[in-house]
């Protein structure tokens, strides 16, 4: 028999409670920081911190902020307790982990219909406690269809009506535009150095910056769909990335950029559209060849270096870092974020597969690219940046398919541009794009799979070394629940304690 988990309403008071107690426990371990770096030969004594108690500590009365927060947390730890019993017992969600004695029962179960209908009784494979998303765990399944259609239709939208204000931006930034639009600039563009310079790296600077903006907003809409785990977060923003990169910086600067080139010599010549375009569209290379170079140097530079999280460590360290913990935390450099590296790179494979033809001098600054990319990101990755869990390589698949995405646009894009340039042998390249999307259709039924769903093969044998279930239930109870004397409530944990032997946690089930 398996031993269930049921979950709590995470989302209640119980984790509000628990965040605002934490937030106290750091604000008292600053504040006692500060008074003893306060004491002196002079003043021995030292000055007790202080603080007013109405809205962002700017108004209210001034009280002692040692005295004042060790009060709050004693009323807090109080209020805590109570309402973590109250939550546990009464607060119960429609979603539950299940531990099982052996792993290939938990990988056939975690894969099995329990319910005749789909949507009444679903299971899946548990993530690492570390990445999961407590709020989305219970959520229901057409509510959670509902979510995931509306936001691909947002996401769409975004992709859509972005284009608007980066074609206009990629237009506007070039210097001959700002000069008209800002006459004052007229005296630094003459300046040869900066004319240079900003002829060289402005547009792409804006692009860069402008795109900057984005992958928090997908973040933050991919969390919405009701995705249960960090990893799945990361590929799911990291897929919305990449079709927007290709759509507003590959499509929209390519289409923008030779339209508006193009446009005056189209309207006093319509019939030769076809060829003035054609004329138009290699020399957008220029503005990518620009762009990649633009991210190989100075990109790769600030990652090698880390001098924006060097300085911003610092003025943490100076202003606001006063204990020990608070310094760790500043200097901490986080995960890879590879929501925003992955499309970057996938942005790179399109961009010099699509103009490898159209513009051959794409490829060396690509390769330059990627061979740099390989020993510094890949240094960044294993040696700086610290992971939070591990997806079990779920990653590849996701970058894979991007990899052939990009190659099919690339063989559309020639077999386009021969066709204009009328090339007698053109249509020997029809079955480019076939073959490619017949090679991915058997990849994912072949290899893909395996990354979806553990493979009962993998784990037929037993580990030497099983975790206990006391272990387990430990790491699956959110923190905002977890007392501090843990799992020492025999009664709650009998059952758990005496077949401790063996067991491996298998998923997720939760009913609609």
């Not at 008074?35 to 002079?42: C, E, P």
């Not at 021969?418 to 007698?424: A, T, Y």
């Amino acid at each position: 028999m398996p031993i269930i988990i049921l979950l709590p309403f995470i989302d209640g008071q119980s984790s509000k409670l628990w965040t605002k107690l934490d937030s106290l426990k750091r604000k008292l371990k600053h504040a006692e920081a500060v008074f003893g770096q306060s004491k002196t030969k002079d003043k021995p004594e030292g000055i007790r911190p202080q603080h007013k108690t109405g809205f962002l500590g700017l108004v209210g009365a001034k009280v002692d902020t040692i005295d004042n927060s060790k009060e709050k947390i004693k009323d807090l730890s109080v209020k805590l307790q109570a309402e973590q019993k109250r939550t546990i017992a009464e607060e119960q969600e429609a979603s539950a982990f299940a531990i099982f004695n052996n792993r290939a029962v938990a990988a056939e179960v975690s894969q099995s219909a329990i319910a005749t209908i789909a949507s009444k009784w679903r299971t899946s494979q548990a993530p690492e406690p570390e990445e999961i998303v407590w709020g989305n765990l219970s959520m229901p399944y057409l509510p959670q269809l509902f979510r995931k259609f509306g936001i691909y239709f947002l996401v769409f939208l975004i992709i859509i009506f972005y284009m608007i204000p980066i074609s206009f931006v990629s237009a506007l930034t070039s210097l001959d535009n700002l000069e008209k639009l800002v006459p004052f600039i007229k005296s630094i563009v003459k300046i040869k150095v900066l004319n240079t310079v900003l002829q060289a790296y402005l547009p792409q600077l804006a692009l860069i910056i402008f795109l900057a903006l984005l992958p928090s907003l997908l973040m933050f809409l991919s969390k919405l769909e009701g995705i249960v785990s960090h990893s799945h977060l990361v590929r799911a923003t990291a897929g919305k990335y990449f079709y927007f990169n290709v759509v507003n910086v590959f499509l929209g600067v390519t289409i923008s950029g030779t339209v508006f080139n193009a446009l005056k010599k189209i309207t006093k010549q319509p019939g030769q559209i076809v060829s003035l375009l054609d004329a138009s569209l290699p020399p957008q290379a220029s503005f990518f060849i620009t762009y990649i170079a633009l991210l190989f140097f100075v990109g790769y530079g600030l990652e090698l270096s880390r001098l924006v999280p060097l300085i911003i460590f610092h003025i943490k360290k100076r202003f606001l870092c006063k204990t020990e913990e608070e310094i760790r935390d500043a200097w901490a450099p986080g995960p890879f974020n590879y929501h925003t590296h992955v499309p970057a790179d996938m942005l790179i494979v399109t961009i010099a597969a699509c103009y490898a033809v159209l513009a051959p001098m794409v490829l060396p600054f690509a390769i330059m690219y990627f061979a740099l990319g390989w020993i510094i990101v890949r240094n960044q990755a294993l040696k700086v940046y610290i992971p939070k869990y591990d997806s079990g390589g779920r990653m590849w698949p996701h970058m894979q398919a991007r990899i052939l995405a990009a190659l099919v646009i690339s063989q559309i894009t020639m077999l386009g541009y021969f066709s204009v340039k009328k090339f007698v042998f053109s249509f020997l390249l029809f079955p480019l794009p076939i073959a490619t999307l017949i090679f991915a259709y058997v990849c994912n039924k072949l290899f893909y799979t395996a990354f979806r769903v553990t493979p009962i093969s993998l784990v037929s044998t037993d580990l030497k070394d099983m975790p206990s279930v006391a272990s387990l239930v430990e790491a699956y109870t959110p923190t905002c629940l977890t007392p501090e004397d843990k799992f020492e409530d025999a009664e709650k944990f009998e059952d758990a304690r005496s077949t401790a032997t063996s067991r491996t946690s298998s998923g997720i089930t939760s009913p609609a």
